[in-house]
């Protein structure tokens, strides 16, 4: 099975590195862009059955690092409980 | 002094520390590998030094923190042995734990090599006594993720129990409230981003860094 994990900066932590990318958009000329939030996608191929809490752990101890960071587990096929 | 040097695959700055640290305590450190499970006997010191650890993946310092080696540092540090993270270093011990917030990339996004003025923001530590609160150094910095953020709350209690052991005098970095560098709550971790251990000795075009070492050895003892 898989999953993928979002990882996401929290709210009002600052990201520069959106910024920038913001910033090149609207020199490209797209108009209409408020604002600009990177993050990382991380695709995981895990034995069937792994629980969701074994994933979350693997994201709490590594992934992410949840200071400055937020997560989201989506599993894409075997879903277990 | 016993010192330590801990290795990662990457880092770089760890002969310059190893070379700072045997000319004030007169003894060679032990360079202790990254899967090394436990440091030498009797150890009195531990540095983890500047670098691109693991090619800086997923996060600077992040594959670092969660090396064997960091298990033993751990327990070290919670038995009250001094140490301290220098540039990647720093990065590693606040992915491991040891000290709090994280280094996010600089908010200009540009790598910054270059000499930067700070503060002595604590004379009173462990590493800091031989300079004066207050006192005007320079350190260089050589960095990419070297800015720092935590929560409100931290920072309040950072500032509060005068843990921020360094500060910035121009802003290099986007590091909230410009710390360069800051103290664990026992006041025997020290994270900074500038390299003390690259201003030693006069040919390096300054000496600012020495009396850390200095300083650590005076308290510390042989």
């Known amino acids: 099975m ?13 990201d520069p590195q959106g910024k920038a990318i913001h910033h090149a958009l609207e020199g490209l000329g797209f108009g209409g862009v408020n604002d600009v939030r990177a993050g990382k ?10 629980e969701d809490k074994a994933i979350e752990d693997m994201c709490r101890k590594l992934l992410a690092n949840t200071v400055i960071e937020n997560f989201r587990i989506e599993r894409l096929e075997g879903a277990q409980q | 002094m016993k010192t330590a040097v801990i290795v990662f695959p ?44 693991y090619g800086d993946y997923l996060r600077s310092g992040a594959m670092a923190a969660r090396s064997p080696v960091m298990g033993a540092v751990r327990d070290a540090a919670a038995r009250g042995v001094p140490a301290i993270g220098i540039c990647n270093g720093f990065q590693v011990l606040t992915e491991a734990g040891l000290l709090p917030g994280a280094l996010m ?17 604590n004379s009173q530590s462990l590493f800091t006594s031989q300079y004066e609160a207050g006192e005007r150094v320079t350190f260089p910095v050589a960095h990419h993720d070297g800015n720092y953020q935590a ?12 843990r921020v052991a360094f500060r910035y005098l121009d802003a290099c970095n986007g590091s909230s409230n410009d710390i360069a560098g800051i103290l ?14 690259r201003v030693v000795e006069p040919a390096h075009g300054g000496t600012d860094g ?6 650590l050895l005076e308290t510390v003892g042989v």
């Open chain 1, 2 to 14: 898989k999953a993928r994990i979002f990882i996401t900066l929290k709210p009002g932590v600052l």
């Open chain 1, 41 to 50: 996608l991380i695709e995981l191929e895990l034995a069937d059955g792994t």
């Open chain 2, 10 to 53: 990457g880092s770089n700055c760890d002969r310059d520390l190893a070379v700072a640290l045997e000319q004030v305590t007169g003894r060679k450190p032990a360079m202790v590998w990254h899967r090394e499970t436990e440091l030498p006997e009797g150890i009195d010191f531990i540095g983890v030094p500047g670098g691109f650890s």
């Open chain 2, 105 to 121: 990339r600089n908010a200009g996004l540009r790598f910054i090599c270059r000499q930067v003025p700070l503060r002595v923001e």
């Open chain 2, 151 to 162: 929560d409100a709350g931290t920072l309040e209690r950072l500032e509060g129990e005068g």
């Open chain 2, 184 to 197: 664990n709550d026992a006041g025997n971790v020290l994270g900074l981003m500038p390299h003390p251990e």
């Open chain 2, 210 to 215: 020495r009396r850390l070492f200095e300083g």
